[in-house]
């Protein structure tokens, strides 16, 4: 039997103000997929998964978050390390270069038709090499305290997902007993009290991971891998100008030679010291502190 249309609903009345009457007189023959009105402003029915599906819902979002924020830290992690290597890489290339420069000049001494073009050559290459590869550790090293300062904050999540999680995320943890000094004042820009709460932490962790002391922030700087080759690049690049200015001078004029070079050598590695300094303030400053989410 063919399912007719319900016929439309009398002028000003509602499903529930019809009366009582049989089905083809009221609404004409009413189909199985046929829906019946309602009155203006009920609620239709909701199901029984409605509320299961929207908690399903949510536990999906957790869970791709949870991947995504395990994801993250691990390429962090990846990120890091590659720093650590990139450095150790850089800095074992100049140390090569320059023994073998070194090796080079010293066999040229006997033969002054030799060593001079030699030392003229070998010389301006090994510092600027050596300039390269101090801004070189310096971005490397920056970005390493980065991608810790951003572990830092993944950790602080981890901390609080359960009562007994933070005794196994401590922001410090063994690295406290190494990194905490307090014999001498601070320096540390993080005693700002500018810098939110949050980024200082992050930075306090960031730094005992790397196993600095939270004290003695400027001095700290004397002993990264970038001041280790900026010293030996300030020796070579003293030398260069006190063998200049013998060349120059005269040999009676050596002892001013070599006032010249110590002062060239104090220069140079005063300019990468504040280099270094600059940059990683980047890191430090409660502006990038707030930046990081």
């Not at 019946?36 to 402003?41: C, D, F």
């Not at 951003?150 to 609080?160: E, F, K, L």
């Not at 300030?234 to 100008?241: K, M, P, Q």
Request: net charge neutral.
């Amino acid at each position: 039997m063919p399912t007719r249309c319900p016929a439309p609903l009398p002028a000003g009345a509602t499903a529930h103000s019809i009366p009582s009457g049989p089905a083809d007189t009221l609404w004409g023959a009413i189909g199985p997929g046929d829906r019946i009105p309602q009155a203006p402003g009920a609620q239709q029915p909701r199901g029984r998964d409605e509320g299961k599906g929207m908690v399903m819902d949510q536990q999906a979002r957790e869970q791709a978050f949870m991947a995504a924020l395990t994801t993250e830290h691990f390429a962090l992690q990846s990120t890091a390390s590659t720093t650590v290597s990139e450095s150790g890489t850089r800095a074992s290339l100049y140390v090569m270069a320059l023994s073998s420069s070194l090796v080079a000049i010293g066999f040229s001494v006997g033969s002054k038709r030799a060593f001079v073009p030699l030392v003229a050559t070998v010389v301006p290459v090994v510092f600027l090499l050596g300039i390269f590869t101090v801004v070189r550790l310096v971005e490397t090293g920056v970005q390493n305290l980065l991608c810790l300062r951003r572990i830092a904050h993944i950790h602080g999540y981890y901390r609080r997902l359960l009562p007994e999680a933070p005794a196994s995320f401590d922001p410090l943890g063994s690295f406290a007993a190494t990194t905490t000094s307090t014999s001498a004042p601070s320096d540390d820009p993080q005693d700002d009290p500018d810098l939110d709460r949050g980024g200082a932490e992050e930075h306090r962790a960031a730094l005992a991971m790397l196993a600095i002391p939270q004290r003695r922030y400027v001095l700290t700087g004397l002993f990264s891998i970038a001041a280790m080759v900026a010293a030996m690049n300030s020796i070579v690049g003293g030398a260069g100008v006190a063998l200049l200015a013998t060349r120059l001078l005269g040999a009676p004029q050596e002892l001013l030679a070599v006032v010249l070079g110590v002062l060239a050598a104090i220069g140079i590695m005063a300019v990468s010291l504040t280099y270094q300094q600059s940059r990683y303030q980047v890191v430090v400053a409660p502006t990038a502190a707030s930046s990081l989410p």
